[in-house]
């Protein structure tokens, strides 16, 4: 997929991640990202949103607007709050047919972070998706 095609928060995250020396600083902007998260209610911190599937807590919730799906994310561990900063970054905006296209690893892989996601996050991430393509075509 060319870069025209994402969303502006995932060109966005490209720029920055793909213009970062090394895993140190894609860390840090991990940890930035996260801070972004725009933040879920103590309502919404509910076993109904959280996700199963991830070994940190993690709890999600959609809206839908004029078609296009849109996703807030949180956890309690600050890389995975970054991971679901840059997950939301290329998802946000999308509509349930292209939201179901999305290739994860994929994605990972064009920011630098593919080989730094250990198997239990890798999974987690992948929960979280098929969580959202799971909302989106009720």
Same mark, same amino acid.
């Given at each position: 997929?060319?870069?025209? /095609?994402?969303?502006?928060?995932?060109?966005?995250?490209?720029?920055?991640?793909?213009?970062? /020396?090394?895993?140190?600083?894609?860390?840090?902007?991990?940890?930035?990202?996260?801070?972004?998260?725009?933040?879920?209610?103590?309502?919404?911190?509910?076993?109904?949103?959280?996700?199963?599937?991830?070994?940190?807590? *993690?709890?999600? *919730?959609?809206?839908?607007?004029?078609?296009?799906?849109?996703?807030?994310?949180?956890?309690?561990?600050?890389?995975?709050?970054?991971?679901?900063?840059?997950? #939301?970054?290329? *998802?946000?905006?999308?509509?349930?047919?292209?939201?179901?296209?999305?290739? *994860?690893?994929?994605?990972?892989?064009?920011?630098? #972070?593919?080989?730094?996601?250990?198997?239990?996050r890798a999974?987690?991430?992948?929960?979280?998706?098929?969580?959202?393509?799971?909302?989106?075509?009720?």
């Open positions: 997929m060319n870069n025209t /095609a994402l969303p502006p928060a995932a060109r966005e995250a490209i720029d920055a991640f793909t213009g970062a /020396a090394g895993w140190e600083q894609r860390a840090r902007l991990l940890m930035q990202w996260g801070e972004r998260l725009e933040p879920l209610a103590d309502s919404e911190r509910n076993d109904a949103n959280r996700v199963r599937g991830c070994e940190s807590q *993690v709890w999600l *919730v959609a809206s839908e607007h004029d078609n296009r799906w849109h996703f807030r994310a949180d956890s309690e561990a600050r890389l995975l709050r970054g991971l679901l900063a840059v997950l #939301l970054a290329r *998802v946000n905006g999308l509509d349930a047919q292209a939201l179901r296209t999305v290739d *994860v690893a994929e994605w990972f892989n064009r920011l630098g #972070l593919g080989r730094q996601l250990s198997p239990s999974n987690g991430i992948n929960a979280v998706l098929s969580r959202m393509q799971a909302l989106a075509s009720r």
